[in-house]
């Protein structure tokens, strides 16, 4: 059974960092891309990373870029999500994602796994 579990979510103080970390079993993670997906309080969940298989290429979503950074360890089934400069807009519900043939690129509604989520809060 494939399982998506994210960790590291927590209350950070603005201009903070954290890092958050999703690790997959009953897959191969490395022939699958990995997506972060973000929800805010009231918003709509929105994919603000994602790293490739093929290639490990990145994205970035405008509201990140130059602040978080995503990464994988192919050998530990894990991919990361190094978060800095963080303001109150960065809060929600953070998600790891995964289909088959997904490389970025896609609206939630289009991926079938999805983690349970962490708890991410910005707040002084």
């Known amino acids: 059974q494939v399982e998506l579990v994210e960790s590291g979510g927590g209350l950070v103080q603005p201009g903070g960092s954290l890092n958050l970390s999703c690790t997959a079993s009953g897959m191969s993670m490395e022939y699958f891309g990995i997506g972060w997906f973000r929800q805010g309080p009231g918003k709509e969940r929105e994919e603000i990373s994602c790293i490739r298989s093929t290639d490990s290429r990145t994205y970035y979503h405008d509201s990140v870029k130059g602040r978080f950074t995503i990464s994988r360890d192919n050998a530990k089934s894990t991919v990361y999500l190094q978060m800095s400069s963080l303001t109150p807009e960065d809060t929600g519900v953070y998600y790891c994602?995964?289909?088959?043939?997904?490389?970025?690129?896609?609206?939630?509604?289009?991926?079938?796994?999805w983690g349970r989520g962490t708890q991410v809060t910005v707040s002084a």
């Open positions: 994602a995964t289909d088959v043939l997904y490389e970025c690129g896609k609206t939630p509604g289009e991926l079938e796994v």
